[in-house]
T-cell receptor, first 113, second 116 residues
Framework: AQSVTQLDSHVSVSEGTPVLLRCNYS??????LFWYVQHPNKGLQLLLK??????LVKGINGFEAEFKKSETSFHLTKPSAHMSDAAEYFC???????????FGAGTRLTVKP | DVKVTQSSRYLVKRTGEKVFLECVQD?????MFWYRQDPGLGLRLIYF???????EKGDIPEGYSVSREKKERFSLILESASTNQTSMYLC???????????????FGSGTQLSVL
């Protein structure tokens, strides 16, 4: 069975500093991995996805994530946080051999002025 | 653009009632999903379906059932609603199939269900 663990329930950064949101996954098969973002009272939006192509994936709004098979990790980063990045972020895993998609518990990102 | 429509935005029901949550997508997607979202727990998969009349249990199927009689419609049924089923319910769909496996999820706007 596949699952995903987001290592921090809450991350707080200052505006202009780097962002790191951590995600570890377990999957019996080569997975696809995703990051979604949910702004307050808004729907979920896809930030980026990894589907066995390049291990470094670039997404929208300056975010990127690196797939590291040896560490079973897919951490999300951004060089410089903006106030508008404050939201909840979800890491999602989908195994190669079927269609289900499992979410992590989420990381709430706070950006301080 | 893909549209996923959930029949109700807010719903209030009483304990023991049978509750139907309806979801319709308009892009001929193979896969449809039901999640519930609770603070601190993220989105938990209840059931998903990869084809008409096909369904798979997710992580928390107890107390729920689903129906997919037509490709565009995926219904979630609470057989006998309980207070611990008070939650935000999100329906999603994705392309699926051999070529579209593991593609982006498209979400409905959610149904906030309160069971009193």
């Amino acid at each position: 069975a596949q699952s995903v663990t987001q290592l921090d329930s809450h991350v707080s950064v200052s505006e202009g500093t780097p962002v790191l949101l951590r995600c570890n996954y377990s999957s019996s098969y080569s997975p696809s991995l995703f990051w979604y973002v949910q702004h307050p009272n808004k729907g979920l939006q896809l930030l980026l996805k990894y589907t066995s192509a390049a291990t470094l994936v670039k997404g929208i709004n300056g975010f990127e994530a690196e797939f590291k098979k040896s560490e079973t990790s897919f951490h999300l980063t951004k060089p410089s946080a903006h106030m508008s990045d404050a939201a909840e972020y979800f890491c999602v895993v989908s195994p190669y051999n079927n269609n289900d998609m499992r979410f992590g518990a989420g990381t709430r990102l706070t950006v301080k002025p | 653009d893909v549209k996923v429509t959930q029949s109700s935005r807010y719903l209030v029901k009483r304990t023991g009632e049978k509750v139907f949550l309806e979801c319709v997508q308009d892009m001929d997607h193979e896969n449809m999903f039901w999640y519930r979202q609770d603070p601190g727990l993220g989105l938990r998969l209840i059931y998903f379906s990869y084809d008409v009349k096909m369904k798979e249990k997710g992580d928390i199927p107890e107390g729920y059932s689903v129906s997919r009689e037509k490709k565009e419609r995926f219904s979630l049924i609470l057989e006998s609603a309980s207070t611990n089923q008070t939650s935000m319910y999100l329906c999603a769909s994705s392309l699926g199939g051999a070529q579209g496996r593991n593609e982006k999820l498209f979400f409905g706007s959610g149904t906030q269900l309160s069971v009193l």
